[in-house]
């Protein structure tokens, strides 16, 4: 901060320096800024007879003939009474009239250029020359002394004017002591910016945050009464699932048509547009009926289990197969929107299969999660692997990751719960499907819950906005 402080204080100093010689150069050059008038007499002055164009030709170029010279100079130029000459033989006392450059004599006086009144306003450059015998200074826009109303000499040297190059010098050596500055201090500068900006978006953090949970809170109604983007959802997928079997793991449903996710990499059968990254597209009202699935002799097809999960950055519904979870989705990240997410599943499976029982698994440290009061709940439950069913237990069926039952569990569970996970869950497991809100090792979805309500799903490349 002091070397910044030095460097300001030296392009300061530039500045003034680079200032007060542009106005010492300025000053210089004003004589190169005088140019030759002419005061038109009143007749009394003129001994009787009022000034002409011929006279003062006479008079100050020694020639009447080139009064002519003398009225193409001052032709239309406004005089300090508001007139102007537009007549040779139309003059008026007080006038001010520019002469050619070799005029001289006692009549000829010097005047600096200006756009004050009364001043003269020369059409082309002025023109400069050396005060003549007899010539005396005469003050811009001003009355010689012997007409009324003239300054004296000291009221026209208490006149400051500060011609343009010296302003543009002066403004341009401070623009660039500041711009050196900034340089200088770049790192600070950012930095307070930055912790503006900070401080800035803290400041509108409540509202944003009152206005997401709206937003949030409203998804949660939305999809409760949504049964057409659920039924589309499930057109859709019936569709992909024909006589090849693709897997779709999730789908997107908004206006203007339905998005799957898919894990092929076959060509998408026709109205279906590939759209990259294992994602299908198909628009809207473009159908096709969907083919019956082929299977092995006394196999049945998979049924989904589609639940809504939020909404995506264009606003489509965004639905997935818990049946293709692979037993186990963890939801790590901001632990209330973690548990956000279970519960809105668990209402989910609630109103699509109520018969699913759920388990709960007690944990330390995690967010507590509510169950739905439709959803049959389950007390004890065994963690062995699949085998012959027995009452009480549930086993897998020949189905892929069928949903048969639910566990739950609040928190990161211990590496002998995770144990149990899998036992449970896992391949060659009993068939059952873990909602962890945590994270739970060797889960192959894992889900991270942002504290804004987003939730980004990495095995798809896709964030929703979950319900709240």
């Known amino acids: 901060m002091r ?89 008026r006392p007080g006038w001010i009239l520019r002469l050619p450059e070799d005029a001289n004599g006692p009549d000829v006086q010097l005047a600096q250029e200006s756009g004050g009144d009364g001043a003269t306003q020369p059409d082309d450059a002025a023109s400069t020359a050396p005060a003549g015998a007899g010539t005396q200074p005469f003050v811009q826009g001003s009355q010689p002394p012997t007409q009324q109303g003239a300054q004296s000499p000291t009221q026209a040297s208490n006149t400051i004017v500060l011609p343009l190059p010296a302003v543009l010098a002066g403004l341009g050596a401070f623009l660039l002591a500041l711009l050196t500055a900034a340089i200088v201090a770049r790192q600070q500068v950012r930095r307070l910016f930055a912790a503006m900006a900070r401080a800035i978006r803290r400041l509108g953090d409540p509202v944003r945050r009152a206005r997401r949970l709206r937003f949030r809170t409203s998804l949660a109604a939305a999809f409760a009464g949504d049964g057409e983007s659920l039924r589309t959802a499930h057109g859709a997928v019936a569709e992909l699932t024909g006589r090849k079997g693709h897997a779709v793991h999730a789908v997107s449903v908004d206006d203007a048509g339905v998005t799957a996710w898919v894990a092929t990499a076959d060509a998408p059968p026709a109205p279906w547009q590939d759209l990259g990254e294992a994602r299908w597209r198909r628009p809207a009202g473009a159908f096709a009926p969907p083919a019956q699935p082929v299977y092995g002799t006394g196999s049945q097809p998979p049924s989904p289990s589609l639940v809504a999960v939020g909404v995506d950055e264009q606003g489509g519904k965004v639905f997935v197969d818990l049946s293709r979870l692979d037993g186990v989705l963890s939801v790590t990240g901001d632990p209330g929107v973690a548990r956000d997410v279970v519960q809105g599943l668990l209402a989910e499976v609630a109103r ?64 002998q719960e995770a144990a149990d996970l899998l036992a449970l869950c896992g391949p060659g497991g009993a068939g059952w499907t873990a909602l962890v809100c945590g994270d739970a090792q060797g889960a192959h979805w894992r889900w991270r819950a942002a504290p804004d309500g987003s939730v980004e799903i990495p095995l798809l490349r896709l964030t929703v906005t979950v319900p709240a």
């Open 3 to 91: 070397r910044t402080a030095v460097v300001v204080l030296l392009a300061v100093w530039s500045a003034l320096y680079l200032g007060g010689a542009a106005l010492a150069a300025d000053g210089g050059d004003a004589a190169a800024d005088l140019v030759k008038v002419y005061v038109v007499r009143t007749a009394e002055q003129n001994g009787g007879t009022p000034d002409s164009l011929a006279l003062i030709a006479a008079r100050t170029l020694g020639d009447g003939n080139r009064a002519g010279e003398i009225f193409d100079l001052n032709r239309g130029r406004a005089q300090a009474d508001g007139t102007a000459l537009t007549d040779p033989g139309d003059l």
């Open 352 to 415: 699509s299969k109520p018969a699913v029982p759920v388990a709960v698994l007690q944990t330390t440290g995690g967010p507590a999660v509510a169950l739905p009061g439709t959803m049959r709940r389950i007390e004890r439950f065994d963690p062995r692997p699949a085998g012959a069913r027995e009452a009480g237990t549930l086993r897998a069926a020949a189905r892929l990751h069928p949903l048969e039952a639910l566990l739950v569990a609040s928190g990161t569970p211990t590496a």
